[in-house]
């Protein structure tokens, strides 16, 4: 890296498209131990994409919150039953 300050926004080859990629991974947890490091050194050291970062972090407990609630009873027997149907009609 080319030693971008935390408040400078991140440019050229410190930030090409494919880090928003890595930001992903890095969240999701699928990254060598190597890539953890670059990531989280990258992360405390761009402004730009701890931004990003820390956008999606927020996201994420959006979506995880809105899916604790379970669907109606009504909803999942009409799923279930239609899942059935697929289930009997790939089989015949």
């Known amino acids: ?3 971008a300050e935390k408040n ?6 410190d930030c090409p498209e494919a880090r928003l990629e890595q930001i992903y991974e890095y969240l999701d ?3 060598t131990d190597a890539e953890l490091a670059t990531v989280q050194r ?3 050291e761009c402004k730009r ?3 990003e970062y820390d956008l999606e972090c927020l ?3 959006a979506l ?17 039953m ?3 149907q697929v289930t009997v009609y790939r089989s015949e």
Not at 65 to 71: F, G, L, T
């Open 64 to 80: 995880k919150r809105s899916c604790r609630e379970k669907a109606p009873q009504q909803l999942r027997a009409s799923i279930q």
């Open 82 to 84: 239609r899942l059935t």
């Open 59 to 61: 996201i994420r407990a």
């Open 42 to 44: 990258h992360l405390e």
């Open 8 to 13: 400078e926004p991140c440019t050229g080859a």
């Open 1 to 3: 890296m080319s030693g």
């Open 49 to 51: 994409c701890g931004d």
């Open 29 to 31: 947890g699928v990254l």
